[in-house]
């Protein structure tokens, strides 16, 4: 019996899954893993984090469905991921892992080492791809370098694929071959050192109809009107490739937000500095306010101005924010406040169900005006006239901001002129234009 292992990643899902459809063809038995990394969790200084219940609740879901099928589950453990590998290796006589691949400098760096210790141990360590339709090197310029503007980028994408790029890898129909032999039940929370959330999770069916009109109702907070489909993207309980054959099929422009994700991520691949570091180099001169008191008005939506503290609240609450409204508290943050984008793209980080590192970078720094195809360093939100634009009754303000129009409710931090001019002569004065 030939004998492998498929571990589980970014890829939470039996159905559709590239890497794991290679293994099952290929090998006779295969053994499911998942490794809570500590390198990862230590970091999550709230132990009841919303991302954690998601992945433990996936898993355990997983798990069961194995296990009714008479199969042994999923290896599920939680430890050094080096050291993981080599125990499984010997103990289960594994020949070779596949997985997905992972695209940050952190995740290409450990499957390296973990390619090097497969090998040391007469072992393969084989990757594909999955959570996108084009790899970081699949497009490209004409000399070879990586576009740095969304649009052109977009217009090879869209000249280069074809429908056999979003086909369906239906591993769903090769389950028989998943490990019999008896597993372990999966960690509980408690175990991992986390605890029980108010996680609501969102559902992963694609709505047609909501896509149909997407161009035209998604920057209205109050409408329930996007795919909330982001969660299931970061964390491949849907297939990538799915939802592009929806795209194709329902909304163009849904489709191009598919594809500024992997614009994104071929953005960090290629340029992985930009994780801390401005993307256009000029922008580093500009001096920020590392003002501790404003940004706590930021982060509880205590600023003044009902969109920037509806968003923010929203997003302390249930670990979501409206694309819209996230444009507009970023803008607030960099541009009237003066506040470093590296605040808040760590806060986000810390709060996003669906946090993904390089568009969460990608989109602070466009904020900024200090990332790739960003906006310009002179174009500064109005929270006053978006809230009028995008929210005129007042709906989504009212559910998170029930106080607005009473005296319980703080002036604004700043007046939106005053914090302009303010944001457009400290940059112009930093990038030599003032």
């Not at 999550?44 to 992945?55: A, E, G, W």
């Not at 939680?78 to 020949?95: F, L, P, S, T």
């Not at 129909?173 to 960690?187: C, R, S, V």
């Not at 598919?258 to 500009?286: C, D, G, N, Q």
């Amino acid at each position: 019996m030939k004998k492998a292992a498929f571990w589980f990643r970014r890829d939470l899902r039996l159905e559709d899954n590239h890497g794991l459809y290679q293994v099952l063809k290929d090998y006779d038995e295969v053994l499911p893993v998942f490794i809570f990394d500590p390198k990862i969790l230590d970091q999550l200084t709230d132990k009841k984090d919303r991302r954690v219940d998601f992945i433990h609740q996936t898993l355990n879901e997983m798990d069961s469905r194995l296990r009714e099928m008479g199969h042994a589950g999923i290896l599920v453990v939680h430890g050094d991921v080096k050291a993981y590998w080599q125990k499984i290796i010997k103990m289960y006589d594994i020949e070779a892992i596949y997985c997905n691949s992972d695209y940050e400098s952190a995740a290409t760096k450990r499957d390296w080492e973990i390619d090097e210790l497969a090998n040391s141990m007469g072992a393969r360590f084989e990757t594909f791809k999955d959570q996108v339709i084009f790899e970081e090197e699949d497009i490209l310029k004409a000399d070879g370098r990586p576009y740095t503007v969304f649009t052109p980028y977009k217009k090879r994408w869209l000249e280069n694929y074809t429908p056999e790029h979003s086909k369906a890898y239906e591993s769903e129909k090769l389950l028989e071959k998943m490990w019999k032999e008896d597993l372990p039940k999966p960690y509980t929370l408690e175990r991992l050192g986390f605890e029980k959330t108010d996680l609501d999770i969102p559902n992963q069916n694609i709505n047609f109809k909501k896509l149909k009109d997407y161009d035209e109702t998604r920057d209205f907070p109050a409408l329930d009107s996007t795919s909330r489909l982001s969660i299931h993207l970061r964390f491949g309980t849907v297939s990538p490739r799915a939802l592009v054959r929806k795209a194709q099929e329902t909304n163009q422009t849904w489709l191009s937000e598919l594809i500024w994700r992997e614009f994104f991520m071929m953005i960090l691949y290629h340029f992985p500095e930009s994780e801390k570091r401005e993307f256009k180099e000029k922008y580093t001169a500009v001096p920020w306010r590392h003002d501790e008191e404003d940004f706590k008005k930021w982060c509880f939506g205590q600023t003044g101005y009902p969109m920037v503290d509806a968003g923010m609240r929203e997003l302390n609450a249930t670990g979501f924010m409206h694309n819209r409204v996230r444009m507009v508290v970023a803008s607030f943050l960099v541009k009237h406040l003066l506040i470093d984008w590296r605040w808040g793209e760590r806060y986000f980080a810390k709060k996003l169900l669906d946090y993904d590192l390089s568009a969460n970078v990608g989109n602070w720094q466009w904020a900024a005006g200090c990332g790739c195809d960003a906006a310009p360093y002179f174009r500064v939100f109005n929270p006053e006239s978006q809230m009028k634009k995008f929210d005129k009754n007042l709906e989504y303000i009212k559910k998170w901001v029930p106080e607005y129009g009473t005296l319980k409710y703080p002036q604004p931090m700043i007046d939106h002129k005053e914090g302009r001019q303010r944001a457009l002569d400290t940059y112009g004065e930093a990038l030599g234009k003032g």
